[in-house]
């Protein structure tokens, strides 16, 4: 995943730029492809925010798991509001980032929402994301830990 971001700049929630290597490092991470206008969207965030909270905020250790968001929002503005208003506490690449359209061709991005779970090196281990999160709930990050080959902090 390190190198899927390779040199450049994602943002957190309070609009502050984080390094990728840092951030996504021996981690699982979730690219959720959204937009503010997509009512399934929209009604997936908040799944997704529990899940997250779940994992990450409420665990201890946290989960090696980071999800990083890539607006289809029509304007920074739109973006923002979404992200502000929807998101949990994750990443996302700046909506002036063109590399979005790459990423959006790279993992065969047709239509929103879309969550794509990689491995660290950016290899898919499911384009199902949203469904297995939804059938699933938590027991599907155990299966992505196991396909990932990460060191594993986590316990279920």
Request: proline share 5%; hydrophobic share 35%; net charge negative.
């Amino acid at each position: 995943m390190v190198e899927v971001f390779s040199g450049r700049v994602l943002v957190n929630k309070e609009g502050d730029f984080v390094d990728p290597e840092q951030a996504l490092r021996n981690k699982v991470v979730g690219l959720y492809f959204s937009a503010g206008w997509c009512p399934p969207c929209r009604d997936f965030t908040p799944v997704l925010c529990d899940f997250y909270t779940e994992l990450v905020d409420e665990s201890d250790p946290p989960a090696q798991f980071e999800i990083v968001f890539i607006s289809s929002d029509k304007s920074t503005d739109d973006m923002v509001e979404y992200y502000h208003d929807m998101h949990g506490d994750w990443l996302a690449l700046p909506w002036t980032d063109q590399y979005k359209h790459e990423l959006k061709k790279r993992y065969n991005i047709t239509a929103v929402p879309k969550l794509v779970i990689v491995k660290e090196n950016g290899q898919v281990i499911t384009d199902k994301g949203r469904k297995q999160i939804r059938d699933q709930g938590l027991a599907c990050f155990r299966n992505w830990l196991e396909v990932a080959e990460i060191f594993q902090n986590f316990k279920c």
